[in-house]
Structures are given as C-alpha cells and as structure tokens.
C-alpha cells in the first residue's frame, strides 16, 4: 500500500523557517519523481518545488532561494526546507510522487502551514 505521509507543518511567524518531511512506502521511492505542491484557501493547487529521481531540481520563482527540496533514499523521505517564510506562502503543503514528473500518481494528505505577518 502506497503511503506519503507529510509532517512538521505549523504556526510561525514571518522571516522564519520550516522544515516539511514526506515518509514514503509502499513503491519505489529511488526510482520515482517526487514534488511539493501547496493550495491556499481559495485558490487552484501549485507546485511549488519538483526533484527527479536523479536529483535534477526545479521551483516555484515565488520560491526560489528560499525553499530547498531535497530526498533521502536511505530514508525514504523528501524534504522542503522553508526558509524567509512569508504570509503569502501560508497554504496545505501536498506531498506527490511518481515515475513521470509533473503525472503524479501519489498524494500525501497534507500538512498545514501557517506564516503570520
């Protein structure tokens, strides 16, 4: 059974940093490409950050130098490191994955984040 599991979202305040994980089983983690969308309230779903199986990366421009995604395929686990935190990145952070970057097959449940000014 396939399973993403996000955690280490929550309330912080603007200029701060967060660190997001995403434990993956189930399918071939090292083998899958995996990204990090988010949705805010009323508004469509983005991607915010994508990592190929070879490591290639690509982001968001309204992230750019500040989040850094990255995998761990020991651990099974792909992060976003969230730094200068903004309001305007206050969203449910989505974990995704599959063999076709940008076709994802797997979803995670989401994790909050929250940035007040």
């Known amino acids: 059974q396939v399973q993403l599991v996000e955690s280490g979202g929550g309330l912080v305040q603007a200029g701060d940093s967060l660190r997001l994980s995403c434990a993956a089983s189930g399918f071939f983690f090292r083998l899958n490409a995996m990204a990090w969308y988010r949705q805010a309230p009323g508004k469509q779903r983005e991607l915010v950050a994508g990592?190929?199986?070879?490591?290639?990366?690509n982001y968001a421009d309204s992230v750019k130098g500040r989040f850094t995604i990255s995998r761990d395929h020991a651990k099974n686990i792909l992060y976003l490191q969230m730094n200068s935190l903004k309001p305007e990145d206050t969203a449910v952070y989505y974990c995704?994955?599959?063999?076709?970057?940008?076709?994802?097959?797997?979803w995670g449940q989401g994790t909050q984040v929250t940035v007040s000014s």
């Open positions: 995704a994955g599959g063999v076709v970057p940008g076709a994802y097959r797997y």
């Open positions: 990592i190929t199986s070879g490591g290639n990366t």
